[in-house]
C-alpha cells in the first residue's frame, strides 16, 4: 500500500493483509540498492502467520518517492517516523546487511520502540570496496553486476531454488536497477561511514543474527563478531547460502524468525 510520510509518497509492503494494531509488528528492512522485495518470501509468509508487516521502501527505492537518505542516523530517523505515521508503540525490526546497521542505530536511539532486532547477514560495520563504491556513482549497471555476482550462494548463481522459473540474479539486477541512480551510492557511502561497533554494548533487547556460512559480502566471522558484542544475541548458521538469505534459503529464515518472535 501506499501512505504519505513527509509529504511524498511512500510505498510500504503488508504480506497482502491490512495490519492491525495488536502488538505484533514486523519492520522489515532491507539492504543497500534493495527495496521491500527483498522480503517478498518472509511478508506473505508472517502476514499469514498472525502478524502485522511493515516492509517499507525506503526514499529513492522501490515505489517510494524522494532523495535517497545519506546516513544510517537518518535511516533510522525515518523509521521512527514511519512508526509515528503508523501509530507503533513498539515493533520487532528485521534488518538485512544495511539494515542491519539501522536496526542497531534504531535500537539505540529509540530503545522504547524496538521489542527484538533480527539481524541477517549483517556486521557492526559493512566496509565497501573502494572500486565498488566509485562504480556506484559512474557506472551504475556494472555496480548493481557486481553486487549481484557476489551477493548470491552457488545456487543463486544458476537458479532459483524457491521460486521455479526466475532467476534470483535476473530478478535482483532488474530490482536494483529500479531504483533513483544515486540511490545504491547513497547506501554504500552510508554503509561505509557507519561503525556499529559503537553501540553494540549498550543495545539491551533480546537479538537474534541469521548468518550465511557461504556469504561473500559480509563474511560469517563478523556476523559472529556483532553476535558476540551484543549482550543479549544469539546467532544461527545458515549453510549453502550467500548474502541473500531471505530469498535463497526462506524456509530456513521464515522457521529461525518465528521460533524467535513467538
Request: aromatic share 8%.
Amino acid at each position: 500500500m501506499k501512505i504519505t510520510l513527509n509529504g511524498l509518497s511512500t510505498y510500504l509492503s503488508t504480506g497482502g493483509k491490512t495490519p492491525l494494531d495488536d502488538g505484533k509488528a514486523l519492520i522489515f528492512l532491507p539492504g543497500s540498492g534493495q527495496s521491500h522485495l527483498t522480503f517478498i518470501l518472509q511478508t506473505r509468509f508472517f502476514a499469514f502467520e498472525g502478524y502485522s508487516i511493515y516492509a517499507p521502501d525506503f526514499p529513492g527505492h522501490g515505489f517510494s518517492q524522494g532523495k535517497p537518505l545519506e546516513t544510517i542516523e537518518e535511516m533510522a530517523d525515518w523509521v521512527a517516523e514511519l512508526m509515528n505515521h503508523c501509530n507503533l508503540q513498539s515493533a520487532i525490526l528485521i534488518g538485512h546487511s544495511q539494515g542491519c546497521l539501522v536496526a542497531m542505530a534504531f535500537a539505540h536511539k529509540y530503545p522504547k520502540l524496538a521489542k527484538k532486532l533480527i539481524l541477517i547477514a549483517g556486521a557492526l560495520q559493512i566496509k565497501v570496496n573502494d572500486y565498488l563504491l566509485k562504480t556506484s556513482s559512474n557506472a551504475l549497471y556494472d555496480a548493481v553486476s557486481m553486487m549481484i555476482e557476489w551477493g548470491h550462494g552457488k545456487n543463486g548463481h544458476f537458479f532459483s531454488p524457491t521460486q521455479p522459473g526466475h532467476s534470483l540474479m535476473g530478478v535482483g539486477r532488474e530490482l536494483m536497477l529500479s531504483n533513483k541512480p544515486e540511490a545504491l551510492n547513497a547506501d554504500l557511502n552510508a554503509c561505509n561511514q557507519f561503525d556499529a561497533g559503537l553501540i553494540a554494548a549498550t543495545l539491551d533487547l533480546p537479538v537474534l543474527c541469521i548468518l550465511a556460512q557461504s556469504d561473500k559480502m559480509t563474511p560469517i566471522k563478523l556476523g559472529i563478531k556483532m553476535a558476540n558484542a551484543i549482550k543479549n544475541a544469539k546467532y544461527v548458521e545458515i549453510a549453502k547460502s550467500g548474502h541473500m538469505i531471505p530469498l535463497e534459503k526462506p524456509d530456513e529464515v521464515n522457521s529461525e524468525i518465528l521460533s524467535f518472535v513467538e
